[in-house]
T-cell receptor, first 112, second 111 residues
């Protein structure tokens, strides 16, 4: 089954404790992206990747890192999480950037 | 960067009526305009999209129109049904491959 998966789905952590949210797709898609969703603000792009080893900043990249070492995986790294990074995070991929993006199920992150 | 504005933020319609959601964008280089539907607690799902070389696109009860000159595009849902109730997001993307979403419209279809 074609899908985008994210792990974990829910995470509660404390300020400053490094964490990684994984994203994987099995559709051989070139383009992958991370978004955060906050009430009243819609979805905002954090980082995106056109292909392996190619990543670019989105609209709100501060406090986040990404890597694209394999085509199927695009992890989101928070080196020192802060409470303002409490949000719902979505990973997405598409076969032809950035058209027709397929979203993962989301990761709800709470930083206390 | 691009700025996408979406209106209205909430919309209630009677079942069977039409619903229209409008978005404007600022970057004339934007050339791809999708619409996503997000049901409560679920992921956004692409329902229709349009590219800048087309003025209108239809898929059954859903249509999108694009006015490049005025830099706005709209989602039209006809013969609305209760299962159309959801939050709808417009988005725009241009030459930089960045993606910008509107702030969403919560549509309620009243049976």
């Amino acid at each position: 089954e074609a899908q985008v998966t994210q792990n974990p789905r829910y995470l509660i952590t404390v300020t400053g404790k490094k964490l990684t949210v994984t994203c994987s797709q099995n559709m051989n898609h070139e383009y992958m992206s991370w978004y955060r969703q906050d009430p009243g603000l819609g979805l905002r792009q954090i980082y995106y990747s056109m292909n392996v080893e190619v990543t670019d900043k989105g609209d709100v990249p501060e406090g986040y890192k990404v890597s694209r070492k394999e085509k199927r995986n695009f992890p989101l790294i928070l080196e020192s999480p802060s409470p303002n990074q409490t949000s719902l995070y979505f990973c997405a991929s598409s076969p032809d950037s950035p058209y027709e993006q397929y979203f993962g199920p989301g990761t709800r992150l709470t930083v206390t | 960067g691009e700025n996408v504005e979406q209106h209205p933020s909430t919309l209630s319609v009677q079942e069977g009526d039409s619903a229209v959601i409008k978005c404007t964008y600022s970057d004339s280089a934007s050339n791809y305009f999708p619409w996503y539907k997000q049901e409560l607690g679920k992921r956004p799902q692409l329902i229709i999209d349009i590219r800048s070389n087309v003025g209108e696109k239809k898929d059954q009860r859903i249509a999108v129109t694009l006015n490049k000159t005025a830099k706005h595009f709209s989602l039209h849902i006809t013969e609305t049904q209760p299962e159309d109730s959801a939050v709808y997001f417009c988005a725009a993307s241009g030459t930089g491959n960045q993606f910008y979403f509107g702030t969403g419209t919560s549509l309620t279809v009243i049976p």
